[in-house]
């Protein structure tokens, strides 16, 4: 069954750094999406992203996050100069439309550790 | 936006018991997602559910579009059962799944 895949599994940096994260949606999907979960709370939407533009996105995706699909597989979520409040779980997830009606498939996540 | 509620928030068994894990949401939802979050993170999708009943061994979820609410049935439980429970919603025109806070459940020998 096809699935979304993220790398790396776990990402240590530091404060200041700039971070990349890295996801494969599954290849005939359409939307793709970003989300965070800190550490003992909820999961959180970041951003949608759609025909290579941010379709939705959440007051948490400021100036210090982009995402990019920089090829016909890659979607990416890159933070600029990473704090430690960012250090979270990131989850890519994608849906085959963009209808709300949609399932999203969720990715294994990318722990980011920000020291 | 939507508000998503979860309860029980804390849930132990033993194993082989039944449980029943309960979502209410504050609006009508065009998607209802259920999640499991294994002990490594990972967020495994279990039911697309904005209406009515589905079964997938032994799980099972429920939910009554006109009355706000899902219910995900878990019999004969397993320790590979626990983790987190997650429910999702999302209503009216964007595609932002809003996320309960979530049932951890501990399934004991």
């Known amino acids: 069954e096809p699935e979304v895949t993220q790398t790396p599994s776990h990402q240590v940096t530091q404060m200041g750094q700039e971070v990349i994260l890295r996801c494969v949606p599954i290849s005939n999907h359409l939307y793709f999406y970003w989300y965070r979960q800190i550490l003992g709370q909820k999961v959180e939407f970041l951003v949608s992203?759609?025909?290579?533009?941010?379709?939705?996105k959440s007051e948490i995706f400021d100036d210090q996050f982009s995402v990019e699909r920089p090829d016909g597989s890659n979607f990416t979520l890159k933070i600029r100069s990473t704090k430690l409040e960012d250090s979270a779980m990131y989850f890519c997830a994608s849906s085959e439309e963009g209808w709300n009606t949609d399932t999203q498939y969720f990715g294994p996540g990318t722990r980011l550790t920000v020291l | 936006g939507i508000q998503v509620e979860q309860s029980p928030p804390d849930l132990i068994l033993q194993e082989g018991a039944n449980s029943t894990l309960r979502c209410n949401f504050s609006?009508?939802?065009?998607?209802l997602q259920w999640f499991h979050q294994n002990p490594w993170g990972q967020l495994i999708n279990l039911f697309y559910i904005p209406s009515g009943t589905k079964q997938n061994g032994r799980l099972s979820a429920t939910t009554v579009a006109t009355e706000r609410y899902s219910l995900l049935y878990i019999s004969s439980s397993q320790t590979t059962d626990s983790g987190v429970y997650f429910c999702?919603?999302?209503?009216?025109?964007?595609?932002?799944?809003?996320f309960g806070t979530g049932t951890q459940l501990k399934v004991e020998l």
């Open positions: 992203f759609y025909n290579n533009e941010i379709s939705e």
């Open positions: 609006d009508s939802v065009n998607n």
């Open positions: 999702a919603g999302l209503t009216g025109g964007g595609n932002k799944l809003t």
